[in-house]
């Protein structure tokens, strides 16, 4: 049974109920084979248009919803896209022979929620890209299995875009798997009360993300004030340590915009305070860093310590995730601690109410998010439990909800140039104030390589606001040749992203603080200094130099951040998106458009003292000054001694 609406088609199947309809400039598809169609709309949350272009349920013209190009045609209980009648993606199934169905459900036991699967035909040549951050090195993703689900250095952003013209948003926070096989697409997830995907077509992949960002949010503004250095370092263990290292920032004449305050600033996690042992005059601290034009920012995980003194408002109120069966902890570092519950409108508030206490009365108004997946120290997800329902259907919204949690108090309290450090993102979490780093990844050439093309799909599946640690977070020693060689080409490529910023876990480790390891500030060990100068004298002039380039840079990151803001395009741009006829640009992972100018072609290997670069036909400026190339299409060989890393701009 089909009913047509004004924009939509109402379908009954026997059990099965599905609802086709126009949103946005696309079309979304909601399907379930138990009662009504739920109503969230999860990441499609933006008020927006839904006005087809056309609807039919007519036995001679056909059975369609059409809208911004893109048509969702019903053949029987058989869903088929197309464009201009080419044929984009349809669900595959072999009734007959094997008595296979395209939508695969699994009722749990005693719920309202189903394990669902559907399957879509797979095409030869066919580049799939986005999905968020993988460790997996894979940058076109034909032939991967994902999880769908979050962890340190693992972010699940469950939107894809395929070289055939379509963008496909899963649209659901449950946890499960997409698949891309050479024979088979199938979407996953592992409790579910309906299958819920949204689609869009276009003439480029620019203008697919760009519908995408219009029904899911677009970025909230990249702060003009933050687009210089940032300083960070696990950790600075007290307010000297801090202060002084900015001192000489500020001696030496170069312009700091952020110094950042590590975890364990606290006594107990959730106290969300300064301990005083350590830091005895917060405010103190704060107007000398302001006095020399530094912004601070202060880390906030999502744990709560049974020790902490704010603990009971959390349990009392049920402001914790729970958990199904035995003790209430969900992570054990420092202490078994529970987990704040982000998806719970009361808990946001109470939350941000002890920010605001704690650190708004000296003027901080920025926070590194971290630990933001949540991070469960053990990834059974049926054990937890969230206000908005089991973790196991509604897992993946929560770093979305973390960050709204910041950003909408931040909002009503008319805090200006909001942006805020967080380690994990959902679908919609750059329109919260969401600056997303990679997490703690390895300090090597390998993993250089792997950033890259993360920021690349991160980007495409709508994060724009994407860094990472520079010279990655744990294994580098500040001694070793190999580990500095690798901090100044990850500095040189961090300089063509969003935010430059320096972070790592660096070796020889300095230990605890010899007069209190009982707790906090001093039960914490701090990684060796992480300072522009502690690399030797050859070091310092060549990032020394850097840093000024990007000073420089400002109006133009500014220009291309703008942009990023009003059409959803990422900065750390995919050469395919400024070039989507070049067959190449859909494959070359290991360089990209910063904004719509700047071809970067960050250098990964130990020792290269050049690098093969792709230059799409046009007129490239080599930002070296070595001139202009004319190109065809092709790849030439580009200078790139230690203190350069090939850039060039399109003339």
Not at 478 to 486: I, K, M, Q, S, T
Not at 531 to 560: F, H, N
Request: glycine letters at 10%.
């Amino acid at each position: 049974m089909v009913t047509k609406l004004e924009n939509s088609l109402e379908c009954r199947f026997g059990h099965e109920n599905m609802k086709i309809e126009a949103w946005g400039r696309g079309i979304r598809v909601r399907i379930t084979p138990i009662g009504a169609i739920p109503d969230e709309d999860w990441a499609l949350a933006e008020d927006v248009p839904h006005k087809a272009d056309a609807v039919s349920a007519d036995r001679e013209g056909g059975t369609y919803v059409e809208c911004g190009g893109l048509r969702c045609e019903l053949l029987g209980d058989h869903l088929r896209f197309t464009r201009g009648g080419d044929v984009l993606f349809e669900e595959v199934w072999y009734p007959w022979s094997l008595r296979d169905r395209p939508r695969v459900y699994k009722t749990l036991r005693g719920s309202d929620t189903f394990e669902a699967t559907i399957k879509f035909a797979a095409y030869d040549g066919e580049h799939l890209h986005g999905m968020g951050q993988y460790r997996d090195a894979r940058f076109d993703l034909k032939g991967s299995t994902l999880e769908l689900a979050h962890r340190n250095s693992q972010i699940s952003v469950p939107f894809l875009l395929s070289s055939r013209g379509y963008g496909f948003l899963w649209n659901n926070p449950a946890i499960g798997r997409a698949t891309f096989a050479e024979n088979v697409t199938e979407w996953h997830a592992d409790a579910t009360r309906a299958i819920d995907f949204w689609i869009c077509a276009g003439d480029s992949p620019a203008e697919i993300i760009e519908k995408y960002a219009d029904v899911v949010g677009h970025a909230s503004p990249l702060p003009e004030s933050l687009l210089g250095l940032w300083q960070c370092k696990l950790r600075y263990r007290t307010q000297d340590e801090l202060l002084t290292a900015a001192r000489e920032y500020h001696r030496r004449g170069i312009k700091l915009d952020v110094i950042v305050i590590d975890f364990f600033h606290w006594i107990y996690q959730g106290d969300w305070d300064f301990d005083p042992e350590y830091w005895p005059d917060p405010q103190a601290m704060v107007d000398e860093l302001k006095s020399m034009g530094i912004r601070l920012m202060v880390s906030v995980w999502p744990t709560v310590d049974p020790r902490s003194k704010n603990y009971h408002g959390f349990s009392s109120n049920g402001y914790l995730i729970r958990t199904e069966r035995g003790l209430p902890a969900v992570m054990d570092f420092n202490g078994q601690v529970g987990i704040y519950d982000a998806t719970d409108p009361g808990a946001r508030e109470f939350a941000y109410g002890i920010l605001k206490q704690n650190y708004g009365k000296y003027g901080i108004d920025m926070f590194w998010l971290d630990e933001a997946e949540p991070e469960y120290s053990v990834t059974d997800f049926d054990h937890y439990r969230q206000y908005i329902g089991p973790a196991l259907s509604t897992g993946n919204i929560y770093p979305r909800m973390h960050s709204m949690m910041v950003y909408d108090g931040q909002k009503k309290d008319g805090v200006h140039d909001i942006l805020n450090l967080v380690r994990c993102a959902w679908v919609g979490s750059p329109k919260y104030g969401a600056l997303v780093w990679s997490g703690d990844i390895e300090s090597s050439f390998r993993e250089m390589k792997v950033q890259i093309r993360n920021g690349i799909n991160m980007g495409v599946a709508g994060i724009p606001w994407w860094i990472s640690d520079t010279g990655g977070f744990y294994g580098g020693n500040v001694n070793d040749p190999v580990f500095r060689e690798l901090l100044v080409r990850w500095f040189q490529w961090a300089v063509y992203t969003p935010v430059l910023r320096m972070h790592g876990d660096r070796q020889p480790n300095k230990g605890a603080l010899a007069w209190n390891t009982d707790r906090g500030g001093g039960f914490c060990s701090s990684g060796a200094d992480n300072e522009l100068w502690v690399y030797g004298e050859e070091i310092y002039e060549i990032l020394k130099s850097y840093v000024d380039i990007r000073e420089s840079m400002k109006p133009y990151i500014v220009k291309a951040a703008d942009e990023s803001v009003r059409t959803g395009l990422p900065m750390i741009r995919a050469m395919y998106i400024e070039f989507p006829d070049d067959e190449e640009c859909w494959r070359v992972d290991d360089e990209y458009m910063f904004g719509s100018d700047l071809l970067v072609a960050p250098v990964t290997e130990y020792g290269a003292r050049e690098r093969r670069v792709y230059l799409p036909r046009g007129r490239w400026e080599a930002c070296d000054g070595s001139g202009v190339v004319e190109s065809k299409g092709e790849y030439v060989t580009a200078n790139a001694p230690l203190e350069y890393t090939p850039v060039y701009k399109k003339v």
